[in-house]
């Protein structure tokens, strides 16, 4: 059977947010404040693979390319997706699939991509 578009994607999306919730239950006694960041790189030795994984972090990670980052504080009950410190993936897109207007531009993920040296205009 053929797969659809984003098929993949969609489905490694939801399993990557049930693992940060799992995470986040299993340090439900953690009484600061903490973030937790998924990163997803190539092996150093074998750029054929993908290493990808978990880390939780007292205080807040730097801004990167490529990082999933939750905010957990559990004496206030907040489990939230951090887009400010969350970049998209280093993902191919089809040039056809970009927008040409400057109305589409995200400042905010234009500032970060010039910021880290990878948007040179």
Known sequence: MPQEMEETRTAMGWGVWHQAEKIADKMK??????????????????????????????????MLLGLLVWYVDNMKGIFRFDSELSSPPD???????????????????AKKGKDLGVILS
């Open 29 to 62: 006694a953690e009484s600061s404040p903490f973030y937790i960041v998924f990163a997803a790189k190539p092996d150093k030795y074998d750029r054929r693979v993908i290493r990808a994984g978990f880390h939780c972090y007292a205080n807040k990670p730097p």
């Open 91 to 109: 993902v191919p897109i089809d040039p056809k699939d970009l927008s040409d207007k400057a109305s589409d531009v995200s400042e905010r993920v």
